[in-house]
């Protein structure tokens, strides 16, 4: 058994005999981080989504890499991990904090992260995410929102987005979705400025690109999150974008209300 020693950490662990709840527990993940899996549940969704360590999984906008520290080290040995981060010179701050915050990320543990392979993919034109039918799983977390922002075209770009990740995967392969649940579709912002979006939209745009929308799921409910505060989402945690006296509030709903959806690119029999 090969035995690697984690930098930083005062806990050593093989790899490759690393089960998911083990990389979700390990030492390399910041109290910050391991704080927020109350809201975000990874093991219970990276399960249902059928996440398994020998699958070549792509992980769409990571941002400053929450769910990276879990999926790279789990694939590190029998699979292969990619990000399609944003470009080098990506457009917004956030992108900017995030991208850099990420790479920190990587270059930090070495050990963890020297197997992941960093690849753009902007909207509206960068969108090839590798081989066509060459991935497992295609992963993307709280951000299909953003694609029908007016800051990308107000969704002028998706149905190219959702292509690219239908032609990476293989048949069979899976695209999973996490996002912030709007409850009416008939009511919902068309460019998402609350950060909100309908599973309905979702669904669409992924069955027009080919997908078969496999199952979904409650698991990442909030009953308690009313879809209206002063600054949308944003008002909850973990980003608390609202003056000091609110902040009490926002913190006894919690993360927001999200769907969790699980689609399937059909084999060609299937769509013979």
Same mark, same amino acid.
Not at 104 to 111: D, E, H, I, R, S
Not at 119 to 141: C, E, H, K, Q, W
Not at 152 to 170: E, H, I, N, P, Q
Not at 253 to 259: C, K, L, T, W
């Given at each position: 058994?090969r035995?690697v020693?984690?930098?930083c950490?005062?806990m ?6 690393t089960?998911l709840?083990?990389?979700i527990n390990?030492d ?11 809201y975000r549940?990874?093991l219970?969704?990276l ?5 398994q ?7 769409v906008?990571p ?16 699979? /292969?991990f +990619?990000?399609?981060? *944003?470009e080098?010179?990506p457009?917004?701050a956030?992108?900017?904090? =995030?991208l850099? @915050?990420? &790479?920190?990320l990587?270059?930090?543990?070495p ?30 977390? /709280?951000? +299909?929102?953003?694609? *029908? ?5 107000g969704?002028?770009y998706?149905d =190219?987005?959702? @292509?690219? &990740? ?5 048949p ?14 008939a009511q919902?912002?068309p ?8 599973a309905e939209?979702i669904?669409?745009?992924a ?5 078969r ?5 409650d ?7 009313t ?13 608390l ?12 709903i919690?993360?927001?209300d999200?769907?969790?959806?699980k ?6 029999t299937?769509?013979?």
């Amino acid at each position: 058994m090969r035995i690697v020693v984690i930098l930083c950490t005062l806990m050593s662990f093989s790899l490759s005999a690393t089960t998911l709840p083990e990389v979700i527990n390990g030492d390399h993940r910041s109290a910050e981080n391991k704080a927020r899996d109350v809201y975000r549940k990874p093991l219970e969704t990276l399960s249902f989504l059928g996440l398994q360590n020998d699958m070549t999984v792509i992980e769409v906008w990571p941002g400053s890499g929450w769910y990276t520290e879990i999926l790279a080290p789990f694939v590190k040995d029998n699979g /292969r991990f +990619v990000a399609a981060q *944003y470009e080098l010179n990506p457009p917004f701050a956030y992108q900017r904090r =995030a991208l850099g @915050s990420f &790479m920190t990320l990587l270059g930090k543990q070495p050990k963890l992260f020297s197997h992941v392979e960093v690849i753009p993919f902007a909207l509206p034109y960068d969108l090839r995410l590798g081989d066509a039918n060459s991935a497992d799983m295609v992963l993307t977390f /709280r951000n +299909v929102h953003n694609w *029908y922002s007016e800051m990308y075209g107000g969704g002028r770009y998706t149905d =190219a987005a959702f @292509s690219a &990740m239908f032609d990476v995967l293989k048949p069979g392969g899976v695209l999973g979705i996490v996002d912030h649940r709007w409850p009416d579709p008939a009511q919902e912002d068309p460019f998402a400025k609350n950060g909100y979006i309908s599973a309905e939209r979702i669904i669409a745009v992924a069955q027009k690109a080919g997908f078969r929308l496999e199952a979904q799921s409650d698991l990442l409910a909030n009953p308690k999150d009313t879809h209206n505060h002063p600054n949308g989402v944003w008002s909850l945690p973990p980003v608390l974008a609202i003056d000091d006296s609110g902040k009490q509030a926002m913190l006894d709903i919690g993360e927001s209300d999200r769907f969790l959806l699980k689609f399937v690119k059909p084999s060609s029999t299937e769509t013979d």
